[in-house]
């Protein structure tokens, strides 16, 4: 059973890439990117604790789906095919609760392993 409550209203932004959910008076805007590296599923969490995937290269990943599953959780299908993770109400409540955690941690790590957000996207510029 969730703890957490459930958000009273929940929009897809497809241009922005970002899934908004409304708590009460608190309002949250998660990147698709954020959602994606932080995926619930063994693909990315891993099957034991210590066995998680570190997510590279999802800066531009958008969410082509939200699949409402049973009365606990959502699907999010993503834009790069990944659609494996279910994102409960306590999982939705806690990204957007504790992003500003996630986020940092996140960019740690990536930075410790070396990689980055862009995947080897090349910046072109206009001059």
């Given at each position: 059973?969730?703890?957490?409550?459930?958000?009273?209203?929940?929009?897809?932004?497809?241009?922005?890439?970002?899934?908004?959910?409304?708590?009460?008076d608190d309002r949250f805007e998660l990147t698709a990117e954020?959602?994606?590296?932080?995926?619930?599923?063994?693909?990315?969490?891993?099957?034991?604790?210590?066995?998680?995937?570190?997510?590279?290269?999802?800066?531009?990943?958008?969410?082509?789906?939200?699949?409402?599953?049973?009365?606990?959780?959502?699907?999010?299908?993503?834009?790069?095919?990944?659609?494996?993770?279910?994102?409960?109400?306590?999982?939705?409540?806690?990204?957007?609760?504790?992003?500003?955690?996630?986020?940092?941690?996140?960019?740690?790590?990536?930075?410790?392993?070396?990689?980055?957000?862009?995947?080897?996207?090349?910046?072109?510029?206009?001059?």
């Amino acid at each position: 059973m969730s703890k957490a409550p459930l958000p009273t209203e929940i929009k897809l932004h497809k241009k922005s890439r970002t899934l908004e959910l409304t708590y009460g008076d608190d309002r949250f805007e998660l990147t698709a990117e954020y959602l994606r590296v932080h995926s619930p599923s063994a693909e990315v969490r891993g099957h034991g604790i210590g066995n998680g995937v570190l997510q590279t290269g999802k800066k531009l990943v958008g969410i082509k789906e939200l699949i409402p599953t049973g009365n606990y959780a959502l699907k999010i299908v993503f834009d790069d095919g990944h659609d494996s993770g279910l994102y409960t109400w306590d999982c939705l409540h806690d990204l957007a609760y504790n992003y500003d955690q996630y986020w940092e941690t996140y960019l740690a790590k990536l930075k410790a392993a070396g990689e980055s957000r862009d995947g080897g996207l090349i910046a072109i510029g206009r001059g």
